[in-house]
């Protein structure tokens, strides 16, 4: 591996000082809720996944546990060790903890519904039992990114085919569905307890446009928007967060087989995807990159474009509405 980038990197990434880290993030938490929000506590749903524990418990640790809000939000895909973890975070930090199953919402406004009709177009034999979901291929090999369905019968058999734009782009707005009504449902509990909301995106999730616009993208502060998820992972343990949750591995929890947040989006998995970025941030040569990750500089090269590319791509959901004329009042 390279020594110089991967010394840099553990010193500026890896051995962050995490106390002062947590004591920063309590520090600026109070002051955005009493200054900039004037709310009394933070509403924060719960995933069972290591991001919104890290910011759950910094909630905790800035705010305390009285004004803390927790929120366990699953549906007919959910894994059942999310909410299991979840649960076990709200016990483990002693919030007060509500548990909304939302898929008759989900349901009534056509989610699986449209889901499936996407599905069927690829599969016409798709149907109850049957489990689903959407891989990125060919990018890797030098060919054009494209995404491919795998599904499951319910004997277990697993089949993949390429996946057309239509049908991809129908599945995913289907399945974004997920990702606002649990929005909807903080923005609720926020409003009655007259709490703020709190959004859980790391710092690739943010830059990488990894979260849905008006869904898991909406929120009125994002405690962990500026750490790599390895620095997240790290802070996890800090804290004192339990093992079944410091050792969760990243899904996107979306779709009824499970999903690895690289098999869906990014190029590579999350600790060299974190070194990737900050190599990039830091103007890394890709040689340099692709010697400390271990593969070839045309792997490291399409890394750097992807990035370059996400970010482009996905401008549109860090956007605000843009208006006809500048209000200068405002």
């Known amino acids: ?35 900039k929000l004037h709310r009394r506590g933070l509403v924060i749903a719960m995933s069972g996944g290591i991001d919104s524990s890290v910011c759950a418990a910094l909630s905790v640790a800035a705010l305390g ?29 002693g919030i007060e903890c509500v548990v909304h199953d939302i898929a008759p919402a989900l349901s009534a406004i056509g989610c699986y519904e449209w889901r499936d009709e996407a599905i069927k177009k690829v599969f016409p034999e798709y149907g109850e039992g049957w489990k689903n979901k959407i891989v990125i291929s060919g990018g890797l090999e030098g060919q054009v990114n494209h995404f491919r369905l ?14 057309p734009l239509k049908e991809y782009l129908q599945i995913v707005a289907a399945t974004n569905h997920k990702q606002r009504i649990r929005k909807t449902m903080e923005y609720f509990h926020a409003d009655r307890l007259n709490y703020a909301v709190v959004g859980t995106p790391n710092r690739l999730e943010y830059d990488q446009g990894f979260f849905v616009k008006n869904g898991d993208g909406s929120a009125d502060v994002k405690p962990i928007a500026h750490l790599y998820k390895t620095q997240v992972y790290a802070l996890a343990k800090h804290l004192g967060l339990p093992d079944e949750i410091c050792s969760a591995i990243p899904t996107t929890d979306t779709y009824s087989l499970s999903q690895g947040q690289d098999e869906f989006y990014f190029s590579l998995p999350y600790q060299q995807m974190d070194m990737a970025l900050w190599a990039h941030n830091h103007k890394i040569a890709t040689s340099e990159l692709a010697e400390a990750l271990n593969i070839d500089e045309a792997h490291a090269a399409f890394v750097y474009n992807d990035i370059e590319t996400k970010r482009r791509t996905t401008q549109y959901l860090h956007a605000k509405a843009v208006l006809i004329e500048d209000i200068a009042e405002l």
Do not use: C, W
């Open 1 to 35: 591996m390279s020594s110089t980038l991967t010394e840099i990197y553990t010193k500026e990434v890896i051995d962050f000082d995490k106390d002062k880290e947590v004591e920063k993030i309590s520090n600026r938490l109070r002051e955005i809720l009493r200054n």
């Open 65 to 93: 546990k009285n004004k803390v809000f927790g929120m366990l939000l699953p549906e007919q895909d959910s894994s059942s060790d999310s909410s299991k973890r979840g649960d076990l975070l709200a016990k483990h930090l």
């Open 150 to 163: 795998v599904v499951q019968t319910p004997d277990g058999e697993m089949k993949e085919d390429r996946l």
